[in-house]
């Protein structure tokens, strides 16, 4: 876990939208994603930079991201 004042580098998943992290307001068109309420709330991997991100317009939205990574990752069948 890093603040979005440490730069990690590697692969990232990028929790908060680009009104409170940094490193979220550094993704491509963020800005254009992330316009009203509802806007972010499944989480979706950065094209440009390969990071999970975890962002919605409102902390309402970024914890339906976070609820929707949760499942997707609850989802994956580690027996396969």
Known sequence: VYLDTDRPSGKLILVGG???NKMTE????IADVLTAP???TQAWIDKDTGYVVVAGYTADDTV???KDLISAIEGIDMSA
């Open 18 to 20: 680009h009104f409170v």
């Open 26 to 29: 550094q993704i491509p068109n």
């Open 38 to 40: 509802g806007d972010g």
């Open 64 to 66: 339906a991201a976070a």
